[in-house]
């Protein structure tokens, strides 16, 4: 390797640039190819980036595209402690009129989106259901209700393998 | 996993019109979250009901999507109005392809 010429050590590391550059335009190719589908789709579309997001602002936004404000009128029903992590209940309804969708996220989870509910005129805004959580937390519930975006947040914490405090 | 699934529904026989009903749902599924490890530190592949839907007479009432961090056996309870008999359809969509579907009927009186 010391015997190399200038010259072609450049050949090499333009032909190592070069397969760089291929690699990170077929990343990119790929990731565009995967997401239109899915946009074309629009209402139905299963929400694949949201679900991919760490971090519950993050997922908000990738979701819904907007911030949420907290509101009391939104009640989240869960455990203070729970037992155990990989059966959490939670429950979340609210007063708003007009409520189109319910999403509930847990911010220390690998990935922030637990679920999404779609919610049609004629069904009440009141969901329940059951989480797993890697760690104590706070989860939060987000509903939209008239094309605004209103949440409310509870720390559950986790006491796996513990004495159950 | 696909035939130890097993769906479990609980809706009111009977309502009166309008009436605001619960319905809880349950089906028995090991929502493997795609992060755990085998004992050889291979990754377990991720197989999950990511959509469950329920329907009343053909109209939809709940339409949810779901991450790993659904527990084992997804369990949902949620509300609708009975405007008139008719049937429930709940439908479960697996990772792998499958669709579990029940029904149940309310008579409006």
Known sequence: MIHLSPGRVDATRRLVLKGGAVVALAGVAGIRFG???ALAAANDAYPDAAFK?????GAIQALYGKAAEKSDKVRMDAPEIAE?????PVSVTTTLPGVTSIAIFVAENPNALAASYRIPAG???????RLKMAKTSNVIAVVEAGGKLYSASKEIKVTIGGCGG | MAEDVKPRVRVPKTASA?????????????MESGQRKDAQGNTI???IINRFTCEFNGEMVIDVHMEPAISTNPYFEFEATVPASGTFKFTWYDDNGSVYETTEEITVG
């Open chain 1, 35 to 37: 997401l239109a589908p």
């Open chain 1, 53 to 57: 997001v760490k971090g519950a602002d």
């Open chain 1, 84 to 88: 155990n992590g990989a059966v959490v």
């Open chain 1, 123 to 129: 069904t009440m805004p009141s969901v329940a259901n």
């Open chain 2, 18 to 30: 309008g009436e605001v009903v619960v319905i809880k749902t349950l089906i028995n599924h090991v």
């Open chain 2, 45 to 47: 592949p991720r197989q």
